[in-house]
């Protein structure tokens, strides 16, 4: 049984923002999709996939999906980085769709069946203060979610990580990371006003909005490791279900100083890519949850491992799922959160509608729970005409500044 590859398409569209798609066709006329969405870096992963990989690819067995992965990963001797595992990640996608369309079964039924009913999923909110954060949440209990990303404007700084410009009025798809205004935006940062200022925020949540809601933040990598461990032991009383990347990520060293203060649940890793990187991070159990996307850590296949090795260690998954994962990349994803064991949380941002124009999905959403649906495959095809409408944009995503002008990790 062969399904012999006889096209690889780079697709490139921006319905309301950019998204790289790879397209595998076989001799038979089987599509497969792959996300190789890398933010602001787009046409770097376009390149690597139309000008290194599709030649490779041509003429291979689309059943081949192990050997695929490690041919691309061992052949280029240029090893992990997000721009080259974002491209294998896109192949490996659209095998495991190809697979599954031959089969007539969905991913998720390939990667071992269900293990779940359905995967719970965190929305975002924001807001220029608390009464605005406040309608914004508002808004998003009212569609069902159980769980919330809390991210608010410090006072006195004017802005802050993840919140959309001007009042949110509690609008869906208020916040973009990625601006299509010229060159990077720059925004200011001072971390003693946000570390005053947190406990605060989550202080008048939980007063507002009781003890039930799963409450979440990003600190977005700008903390130094005492002030990362100081945040998690002030954040201790409103029990979080986790702090997010609250110092950079390349520095394991850090999080061990974060643990001896506090208990505080700790997301790492949308920004790492690798088993390799992560291992540090599990075997020393200094992570609750791995906080990776199936899009830029080497597709379904080696996101897996990395979810099989923190399972050892009972430390969960919790899938990076913003804007920029392609709605491709966000149906790869539910499938393996409805397969795997150790599955935490699902990251659910959610795409403009114009995404949905060029993105036709099959996944569901109910009362804070989402499936990825049983048609075969990944559930997602492409819209060649409703793309053509939205050619690319240059987009960048901002750069941050201290008060004075160093810049500093946005
Ligand atoms: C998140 C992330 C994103 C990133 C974005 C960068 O937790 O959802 O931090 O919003 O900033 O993916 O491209
Ligand atoms: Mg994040």
């Not at 992990?80 to 659209?94: C, L, N, S, W």
């Not at 990667?111 to 995967?119: C, E, I, K, M």
């Not at 993840?162 to 925004?187: D, F, N, W």
Request: proline share 5%; hydrophobic share 40%.
């Amino acid at each position: 049984m062969t399904a012999t590859i006889r096209s690889a398409e780079v697709l490139i569209s921006s319905p309301s923002r950019n998204f790289v798609t790879l397209r595998l066709t076989t001799e038979d006329g089987v599509v497969g999709l792959g996300d190789a969405t890398l933010n602001g870096r787009e046409l770097a992963v376009a390149s690597y996939l139309r000008d290194h990989v599709a030649p490779l690819l041509i003429g291979r067995d689309a059943h081949r999906i192990e050997d695929t992965w490690q041919l691309l990963y061992r052949s280029a001797y240029w090893r992990r980085g997000p721009v080259t595992m974002t491209a294998i990640a896109a192949v490996d996608m659209a095998l495991w769709d190809i697979k599954g369309r031959l089969t007539g079964l969905p991913v998720y039924q390939l990667l071992g069946g269900a293990s779940r009913t359905g995967a719970l999923v965190y929305a975002h909110a924001s807001g220029a203060d608390l009464e605005d954060l406040g309608d914004s949440v508002r808004a998003r209990l009212a569609e069902g979610y159980r769980a919330i990303r809390l991210q608010v404007a410090v006072p006195g700084m004017g802005s802050g990580y993840g919140i959309s410009s001007g009042r949110s009025t509690g609008g869906r798809y208020a916040y973009e990371p990625a601006k299509r205004a010229g060159l990077a935006v720059e925004e200011g940062w001072d971390s003693a006003r946000y570390l005053r200022y947190m406990p605060r925020m989550f202080e008048w949540a939980r007063a507002e909005f009781g003890p039930d809601v799963a409450l979440l933040h990003d600190a977005h990598h700008r903390l130094t490791p005492m002030q990362a461990a100081r945040l998690a032991r002030d954040l201790e009383p409103f029990d979080l279900f986790w702090l997010e990347d609250c110092t950079p990520a390349e520095n394991p060293e850090a999080l061990r100083l974060v643990r001896q203060h506090s208990v505080t649940p700790l997301a790492i890793g949308e920004v790492m890519n690798s088993i390799w990187d992560f291992a540090p991070l599990i075997q020393e159990q200094l992570i609750d949850f791995v906080r990776a996307s199936v899009t830029h850590t080497g597709g379904i296949t080696h996101l897996r491992r990395v979810f099989d090795l923190a399972a050892l260690h009972q430390i969960r998954s919790g899938s990076h799922g913003p804007t920029d994962i392609s709605p491709v990349g966000m149906s790869a994803a539910l499938h393996l959160d409805l397969a795997i064991h150790n599955f935490g949380i699902q990251e659910y941002m959610a795409h403009q509608p114009l995404a949905h124009e060029v993105f036709r999905t099959s996944w569901t959403y109910q009362d804070g729970m989402m499936h990825p649906g049983d048609e075969p495959g990944l559930g997602v095809d492409y819209d060649d005409d409703a793309a053509a409408r939205f050619p690319y944009e240059p987009a960048y995503l901002p750069a941050a500044r201290l008060i004075d002008g160093t810049v500093h990790d946005w």
